[in-house]
Every structure is written in structure tokens, then in C-alpha cells.
């Protein structure tokens, strides 16, 4: 089973950044299908962005031109870079490992909380 850490997460202003990072052991994120989810109170966890073996990326309507994923293999660790945050960017994060035939999640991280006033 891949194991994840998610870290990075905090409270800033509307208009900051953060970026978040999720440390993975027992499979390397560089042959893996990997993705960011987040989820509020009372709300679906909806994915935000994917990263797929081939460097293909998809990310959701409300992130685009806003937020980037990325892969580190040396360091075998996936980033969500968070730029322009909203107050409706709030939510708990996520790190998922994916199927890379179906795209959904197979393993979770723990989550990281992401908080963005106004």
C-alpha cells in the first residue's frame, strides 16, 4: 500500500500562495498516477488537480491558471503550488494515488488544511 504525507497547508490571505507537498513511500510518484483532492464541511471531495505517467495534467474549471502540480523523483513527493487563493480555495487538502487505467483514488494521505481570509 503507498503511503502519503501531506504537509504544507497554513492560513493566509486572499490573494497568497502556499504549496503543498505530500511525501510518498513503497511506490515511486514518478511511475504513478497521482492526484490533489480537497474537501470542505458538508461538501464531496472533489479533485483539483492530476498528474498521469506520461506528464499529462488535468485540473478542475475553479484552479485553472491558478494552481500547478508537480512531481519531484528524487525526492519521490508531489506539490500543489497554490497561487491567487480565494476564500473559497478553503478546504482540507489531499493526496491521492490514482488507477492509472480508471483514474480514481486508490490510496489517501491524512490531508492538510488550506484556510484563506479575506
Known amino acids: 500500500e503507498m503511503q502519503l504525507v501531506e504537509s504544507g497547508g497554513g492560513s493566509v490571505q486572499a490573494g497568497g500562495f502556499l504549496r503543498l507537498s505530500c511525501a510518498a513511500s513503497?511506490?515511486?510518484?514518478?511511475?504513478?498516477?497521482m492526484g490533489w483532492y480537497r474537501q470542505g464541511p458538508g461538501k464531496e471531495r472533489e479533485r483539483v488537480a492530476a498528474?498521469?505517467?506520461?506528464?499529462?495534467?488535468t485540473y478542475a474549471d475553479s484552479v485553472k491558471g491558478r494552481f500547478a502540480i508537480s512531481k519531484d523523483s528524487a525526492k519521490n513527493t508531489l506539490y500543489l503550488q497554490m497561487n491567487s487563493l480565494k476564500p473559497a480555495d478553503t478546504d482540507m487538502y489531499y493526496c491521492?494515488?490514482?488507477?492509472?487505467?480508471?483514474?480514481?483514488?486508490?490510496?489517501w494521505g491524512q490531508g492538510t488544511q488550506v484556510t484563506v481570509s479575506s
Open positions: 491521492a494515488a490514482l488507477s492509472c487505467s480508471t483514474g480514481y483514488p486508490m490510496f
Open positions: 513503497k511506490y515511486a510518484v514518478s511511475r504513478s498516477c
Open positions: 498528474m498521469f505517467t506520461l506528464g499529462g495534467t
